[in-house]
C-alpha cells in the first residue's frame, strides 16, 4: 500500500510531496507519555474514593473528609503557576521523573502507616499535599510536552484521547479502588504507590525532542521572573482568559458533585455502589472521547460549548429526585460524555496561540485554575451537603451551572471561537 501523502510548499515555492504524519497510534513518544499518565492517573483514581473513605470511617464526618480532597486541590493549585516556570526551564521528562518517583515515596510511606494501625489525619493530610504538588509538576511537563511529540495537524485528535484516559483510569480506579479497600484499607494506597513506580519505568524510555535547545534559547531570570512573565503574557490573551475561566467555572462544579455523591451514597447506605458511580461517569467519559472525532466536524465551538453546559444545567437536577447509587454515576456519566468534544476544541486553540516556550506555564496556570476549582468545589459541596442537606447542594451546583451556560452563551470569545483557526503571533 502507497503511503498517503500531502501537498507542502518548498522555500523556492515549489509544490512538494511530504509523507503524511505517522497516526497517533503508531507514535511511540505520544504512546509513552499516554501509557504514563493513565498509570499515573489510574492510582490517583483509586485514591480518590478510598481517601474520603477511610477519614469517613475514622471520623463519621463528611466535612473532614472534603478536607482530604481539598488538601490535594490546594497544594496543586499554589503549586501550580512555579510548576509551569519549571516546565519551562528544565528537561520535562526529568521533571515527570521526579514527580512520579516522590509520589511514589509518598504513598508507600502513607500504606506502610496504615498497615501499621498509626494513619492520623495529619499524615493523611501531609501525603494529599505530596500529592498536589507532585500532580502539579506531572500536569505542566505533561501538557507542555504534547505539542512537541505530536504534529499540529493532529492537537485534537491528540487532546481528545487525553481526556479519554482521565476517563480510562476513572473507569477502572474507583472499581479496584473500591474492591481493593474493602478487602484492606492499605491496598488502593499502596496500590498508587506502585503505578507510580511503573510511570516511572515507562518514562525512562522517553525520548523528548528539542529539550536542549528549548533550554538553552530561554530567557534568563530567577523562578520568581518567569513565573509572572508567564502570568502577564497569559493576562494579556483574552481568549485563554476566558476559556481558563470557564474550564476552572465548570470543573469546581464538577469535582464537588464527585464528592457530593460520595457522601450521598454514604448517607443512603449504598456505599457499596461508589465504584460503580464512578466506573459509570468514566464510561461516559470515554464514550464521549470515542464519539469527539465524529462530533467535532458536525458542531461549531460555541455549539459545543453550549451543549456542555447546558447539558450539564439540564442533568444534575435529576440527581435530587434519582435513588441513590448507579442513578447519580448515570447522571455524571452523561455530563462527562459532552466534556471531551468540547476540552479537546479549547484546549486546541490554546495550544495553537501558546509558543512552546510559554507551555508549561500555560499549563501550570491551568494547574492553579483547576487546583482552585477542585478545592472550592470540593470544600463547598462537603459543607453544603454536610450543613443544608441533598436539595440545597443540588440546586446550588445547578445554579452554578446555569450561570456558567449564560455567561458562555453571551462570550464574544467564545462564540468566535470557529474562526480562531490561526495562531496568533508568539509574542513574549
Not at 509544490?15 to 489510574?42: C, D, F, G, I, M
Not at 501550580?80 to 519549571?86: C, F, I, N, Q
Not at 530567557?219 to 482568559?241: F, K
Not at 462527562?336 to 496556570?365: E, Y
Request: glycine share 10%; net charge positive.
Amino acid at each position: 500500500m502507497r503511503e498517503r501523502t500531502e501537498s507542502a510548499t518548498a522555500p523556492d515555492g515549489r509544490r512538494t510531496e511530504a509523507a503524511a504524519p505517522r497516526p497517533l497510534s503508531r507514535n511511540r513518544e505520544y504512546n509513552l507519555l499516554w501509557s504514563s499518565n493513565v498509570l499515573s492517573q489510574l492510582g490517583s483514581q483509586a485514591t480518590l474514593f478510598a481517601y474520603p473513605l477511610l477519614v469517613l470511617a475514622m471520623t463519621g464526618s463528611v466535612f473532614q473528609a472534603s478536607l482530604v480532597e481539598f488538601a490535594v486541590a490546594a497544594s496543586r493549585m499554589v503549586a501550580g503557576l512555579p510548576a509551569g516556570t519549571v516546565a519551562d526551564r528544565v528537561p520535562r521528562k526529568h521533571v515527570l521523573l521526579a514527580s512520579e518517583a516522590v509520589r511514589a515515596l509518598a504513598l508507600g510511606a502513607l500504606a506502610a502507616a496504615i498497615a501499621a494501625g498509626w494513619a492520623p489525619l495529619a499524615l493523611i493530610l501531609g501525603v494529599a499535599v505530596v500529592e498536589g504538588v507532585s500532580t502539579a509538576l506531572f500536569s505542566a511537563a505533561d501538557q507542555a510536552l504534547v505539542p512537541q511529540v505530536v504534529p499540529q495537524s493532529q492537537w485534537s485528535s491528540a487532546v481528545a484521547r487525553n481526556t479519554a484516559r482521565y476517563y480510562v483510569a476513572t473507569i477502572t480506579g474507583p472499581g479496584v479502588g473500591g474492591v481493593l479497600y474493602n478487602a484492606m484499607h492499605v491496598l488502593p494506597f499502596a496500590g498508587q504507590a506502585g503505578a507510580s513506580l511503573a510511570a516511572f519505568c515507562t518514562l525512562l524510555f522517553l525520548r523528548a525532542p528539542q529539550e536542549r535547545k528549548r533550554i538553552a534559547s530561554a530567557e534568563s531570570g530567577g523562578l520568581l521572573h518567569h513565573t509572572m512573565t508567564g502570568l502577564r503574557w497569559l493576562c494579556r490573551h483574552r481568549l485563554l482568559r476566558v476559556t481558563v475561566g470557564l474550564t476552572m467555572g465548570f470543573n469546581a462544579v464538577f469535582s464537588g458533585l464527585l464528592l457530593v455523591v460520595i457522601g450521598m451514597a454514604q448517607q443512603a447506605g449504598a456505599e457499596a455502589q461508589v465504584g460503580a458511580i464512578g466506573m459509570l461517569m468514566g464510561a461516559g467519559g470515554v464514550l464521549g472521547a470515542l464519539a469527539a472525532p465524529s462530533l467535532r466536524p458536525r458542531l461549531t465551538p460555541h455549539a459545543a460549548v453550549m451543549l456542555l453546559t447546558w447539558g450539564a444545567s439540564a442533568l444534575v437536577p435529576l440527581l435530587a429526585v434519582l435513588p441513590a447509587g448507579y442513578g447519580y454515576g448515570a447522571v455524571l456519566g452523561c455530563v462527562a460524555f459532552l466534556a471531551p468534544t468540547a476540552t479537546a476544541i479549547i484546549a486546541t486553540h490554546q495550544m495553537q496561540i501558546t509558543p512552546d516556550s510559554m507551555r508549561g506555564r500555560l499549563a501550570g496556570a491551568i494547574g492553579v485554575s483547576l487546583g482552585a476549582a477542585s478545592a472550592l468545589g470540593s470544600l463547598g459541596g462537603g459543607a453544603l451537603l454536610e450543613f443544608s442537606g441533598t436539595v440545597v447542594t443540588v440546586l446550588g451546583a445547578t445554579a452554578a451551572l446555569v450561570l456558567l451556560a449564560l455567561l458562555s452563551t453571551v462570550s464574544s470569545p467564545i462564540r468566535d471561537l470557529a474562526v480562531r483557526g490561526t495562531p496568533e503571533p508568539e509574542t513574549e
